[in-house]
């Protein structure tokens, strides 16, 4: 029989699509300050600057005349914490999060930055930015997980054709 804490994390693996080679990196993720000096900090400014990229990158290819107003307005509304906040609520993620006994996991800046963390992880874990960025999409619902197969087959190999946006 696995242990709950396991097959949670099973389970998360399974709702952002990917399967960690390294789980300590996961676990890593998954550790606020308030739990360990070695927490994830250093993942949440990377994950941060994949979601940016991500989402900039998405409104810029739909439309490369964007301003750069509409475009930060865009990132901001959809890099936020309220906004990231609320996938993380989707994925059960406050329940995985370690933190010290008098820190609240459900608090928003803890959710917040254990998501960014998650897809610095991913990046880190793949040797592969891209790899995180597909699975922001795909979370965000930007790429069905069918056009993703189609045109991504496998974690390991990158493709760079755009046709999966439409």
Same mark, same amino acid.
């Given at each position: 029989m696995?242990?709950?804490?396991?097959s949670?994390?099973?389970?998360?693996?399974?709702?952002?699509?990917?399967?960690?080679?390294?789980?300590?990196?996961?676990?890593?993720?998954?550790?606020?300050?308030?739990?360990?000096?070695?927490?994830?900090?250093?993942?949440?400014?990377?994950?941060?600057?994949?979601?940016?990229?991500?989402?900039?990158?998405?409104?810029?290819?739909?439309?490369?005349?964007?301003?750069?107003?509409?475009?930060?307005?865009?990132?901001?509304?959809?890099?936020?914490c309220?906004?990231?906040?609320?996938?993380?609520?989707?994925?059960?993620?406050?329940?995985?999060?370690?933190? %010290?006994?008098? /820190? =609240?996991? *459900?608090?928003k800046? !803890?959710?917040?930055?254990?998501?960014?963390?998650?897809? $610095? %992880?991913?990046? /880190? =874990?793949? *040797?592969?930015?891209? !790899?995180?960025?597909?699975?922001?999409?795909?979370?965000? $619902?930007?790429i069905?997980?069918?056009?993703?197969?189609?045109?991504?087959?496998?974690?390991?190999?990158?493709?760079?054709?755009?046709?999966?946006?439409?």
């Amino acid at each position: 029989m696995k242990e709950p804490y396991t097959s949670s994390i099973e389970d998360l693996q399974t709702k952002i699509k990917y399967q960690f080679k390294d789980k300590v990196l996961l676990t890593k993720a998954l550790t606020h300050a308030s739990f360990s000096y070695d927490n994830n900090g250093a993942l949440n400014i990377l994950g941060t600057e994949i979601i940016k990229t991500a989402i900039s990158f998405r409104y810029l290819w739909k439309n490369y005349t964007i301003s750069k107003g509409d475009l930060t307005s865009q990132m901001v509304n959809l890099s936020n914490c309220d906004a990231v906040s609320n996938d993380a609520s989707d994925m059960k993620l406050h329940e995985l999060i370690r933190v %010290a006994p008098k /820190v =609240d996991p *459900k608090a928003k800046g !803890v959710v917040c930055g254990c998501y960014r963390s998650l897809f $610095g %992880a991913i990046g /880190v =874990d793949a *040797k592969n930015l891209d !790899v995180a960025r597909e699975k922001f999409w795909i979370r965000q $619902g930007w790429i069905s997980i069918k056009n993703m197969q189609k045109h991504f087959p496998t974690q390991d190999r990158y493709s760079e054709s755009l046709d999966a946006f439409e």
